[in-house]
């Protein structure tokens, strides 16, 4: 039993320790033994075979929208540096769960990825909190750079291997949902007492996302939006102020106005977030100070937005066409036999609620792409119902099923609160 373990021991792989830009990589990195899928197979290989070229790692998970958008960009790239380079995928997934989605995802299945499964070794040694998250290796075994994957493009490849690195964006880490830039470890002897930060292009080490930040009061002290596209960040001040209004937004409520340049920027990179060749139309923006009720925390955050951007947002009444909801019958065939409240909601399939007020399915669908256009509900209909919608969803079937309940859509035109955002006329 001793000897077995002394035995087993000596043939353990030692852990590689956290690496530094600046390092040189250690023979253990390259020896260290690792689950690789390529070709079709998976098999137990060390790194050695990588030695003496370019080495990037890309670090990826299958829930990675944008790892998995700049796959096709990197592959290209091997293809035009084969003779210099070499990208090797690294993911902690299953190998199980990382093959099959490699197989059947249709942005990769084609491009024959060559991934590192079920990884630990190599997040330790190069330890990150956010994906994408891309290592630089260079040929004579430096680590040169870690940054996100926008920098891996054809000019700083070609700089690279000619030994110049100040071309790359190194990306930093901060924790998620922290306030940008400020480290409260650094303000231990002060009060803040208002802090805004707010600026354009992606920063790699952060998440895409938000987090507001709460007092025990319940009222807001900050916010942090990270990587995301401006006309969400307005969104997030919006939504709360039609919340004060009584008014669940979507967006259908959205107008924007402008040439293509803002159609670009406010439309188009809503629409593709994970592109990476439009990662300077991201912005993040991040907000401290005493606490405030949601609405007035909300109304000085848009005051912001407007000063500071190139755009001017505002919620203004708005000739709008839209489908009224009204209650023709009696509402008998409309009420809940009771029961487990259950929903369903398919573009493709039957679509029904049970047991659910009539606001709650009209705010759903408002919130689906299927009606184009926005439902106002005008039933005053209070009591919960179920109600089923054939088919798929669209305007057409909506209007047929819901005349089975005694229920009536028709097209209009009124006036109605709108989210209006246009170039900013003072800059």
């Not at 075994?141 to 490849?157: K, L, R």
């Not at 119902?385 to 035109?413: C, H, R």
Request: aromatic share 10%; glycine share 6%; net charge neutral.
């Amino acid at each position: 039993m001793i000897l077995t373990l002394v035995a087993f021991t000596a043939n353990a792989q030692e852990p590689i320790k956290a690496l530094k830009v600046g390092d040189k990589i250690p023979e253990s990195f390259w020896q260290q033994e690792h689950t690789i899928y390529q070709n079709g197979k998976t098999t137990k290989q060390n790194l050695s075979a990588y030695k003496g070229k370019l080495l990037i790692l890309d670090f990826w998970a299958t829930w990675c929208g944008s790892c998995i958008a700049a796959m096709p960009k990197l592959h290209h790239l091997q293809e035009q540096f084969k003779d210099q380079l070499n990208i090797l995928a690294v993911t902690n997934t299953p190998t199980k769960e990382a093959v099959a989605f490699l197989n059947t995802n249709s942005t990769v299945k084609d491009l024959n990825v060559v991934t590192i499964t079920a990884d630990q070794a190599l997040k330790q040694a190069f330890p990150h909190l956010v994906i994408p998250h891309l290592i630089w290796i260079a040929a004579d075994g430096s680590y040169h750079a870690a940054t996100g994957n926008d920098q891996v493009n054809f000019a700083n490849i070609q700089n690279l291997l000619k030994g110049d690195v100040q071309s790359l964006r190194q990306k930093i880490d901060l924790a998620k949902g922290s306030h940008i830039f400020l480290q409260e470890q650094l303000l231990a002897a002060n009060v803040i007492q208002s802090y805004s930060l707010f600026f354009k292009g992606i920063y790699d080490g952060l998440p895409a996302g938000h987090k507001e930040f709460i007092a025990p009061n319940k009222q807001l002290t900050g916010i942090s939006c990270t990587n995301l596209p401006l006309i969400e960040i307005y969104e997030k001040c919006i939504y709360a102020l039609f919340k004060e209004k009584g008014i669940a937004y979507t967006y259908k409520r959205r107008v924007v106005e402008g040439d293509a340049i803002v159609q670009q920027e406010l439309v188009k990179a809503d629409e593709h977030p994970y592109s990476f060749n439009d990662s300077n139309d991201l912005y993040s923006y991040t907000r401290r100070g005493a606490p405030m009720a949601e609405f007035t925390f909300y109304k000085h955050m848009l005051t912001e937005l407007n000063a500071n951007s190139s755009y001017n947002g505002v919620i203004t009444k708005r000739a709008t066409k839209c489908l009224v909801l009204r209650l023709t019958g009696d509402g008998n065939a409309l009420k809940t036999k009771g029961g487990e409240p259950k929903q369903q909601w398919l573009t493709q399939k039957d679509t029904y609620i049970t047991n659910y007020p009539i606001a709650y399915m009209v705010n759903r669908i408002n919130a689906l792409s299927g009606i184009p256009l926005l439902i106002i509900d005008e039933t005053g209909f209070l009591d919960k119902v179920d109600i089923k919608i054939d088919g798929q969803l669209n305007q057409a079937n909506l209007m047929a099923s819901l005349s089975n309940y005694g229920l009536a859509l028709t097209e209009e035109t009124r006036m109605l609160d709108m989210f209006v955002i246009n170039s900013n006329p003072k800059k």
